[in-house]
């Protein structure tokens, strides 16, 4: 993996919510959902909230603005939702909320996804974007996926001491282009918690 982590740099915790979308899971069933809080949490961020909602577009949009509104929470993670079938409907409720995509994110994921199950790779549609100053990652459902786009990608660019450049250290300029109030108060928020 090209990049490294430059031990000089104190490793500050991302705050996450994790919201995993599914019309058959349930907490004691939500295998994909435990594996990202137990990587998040190993990994020496805050998990601030854990929720499942069922594949409805409305509920979904409506979970993303709640934490998006959320001054404890920095980063959203969801898993499920992201294939092609009629209840997918995961990368349109982001479509709803977001102000910048990361199309590279997706891109990534699904590269990665394809030296690992070649052409099927196709079916995922992950995501990624920027809503009020908070970042958003939308993970397919499988607790393969969800592993590989942790342990490939997010344990990365969740780490402020990635380098040469991280998703992380980027957290205070996100609401640059908002009036300075709002982005000095999101960003003391963050970094008091």
């Given at each position: 993996m090209p990049g490294r982590i430059d031990e000089t740099i104190p490793f500050r915790p991302v705050a996450i919510a994790l919201l995993t979308i599914s019309d058959t899971r349930d907490l004691s069933t939500d295998r994909s959902g435990d594996l990202l809080?137990?990587?998040i949490t190993s990994a020496g961020h805050r998990l601030v909230e854990r929720a499942i909602v069922k594949d409805d577009l409305e509920a979904i949009v409506q979970?993303?603005?709640?934490?998006?509104?959320d001054p404890r929470i920095e980063v959203v993670i969801t898993t499920g939702g992201t294939?092609?079938?009629?209840?997918?409907?995961?990368?349109?409720?982001?479509?709803?909320v977001v102000e910048k995509r990361i199309p590279g994110f997706g891109e990534l994921f699904r590269m990665l996804s394809y030296a690992k199950i070649g052409t099927s790779c196709l079916q995922s549609r992950a995501d990624a974007g920027v809503a009020k100053g908070t970042y958003i990652f939308c993970l397919p459902g499988s607790p393969g996926a969800c592993r590989d786009g942790w342990d490939e990608i997010l344990a990365f660019q969740l780490d402020i001491r990635h380098r040469p450049c991280n998703f992380?250290?980027?957290?205070?300029?996100l609401r640059e282009h908002e009036a300075p109030a709002r982005a000095e108060d999101r960003s003391n928020n963050a970094s008091s918690s």
């Open positions: 809080a137990e990587r979970r993303l603005r709640d934490w998006i509104e294939g092609v079938t009629g209840r997918d409907v995961t990368p349109e409720a982001l479509a709803r992380a250290e980027l957290l205070p300029r």
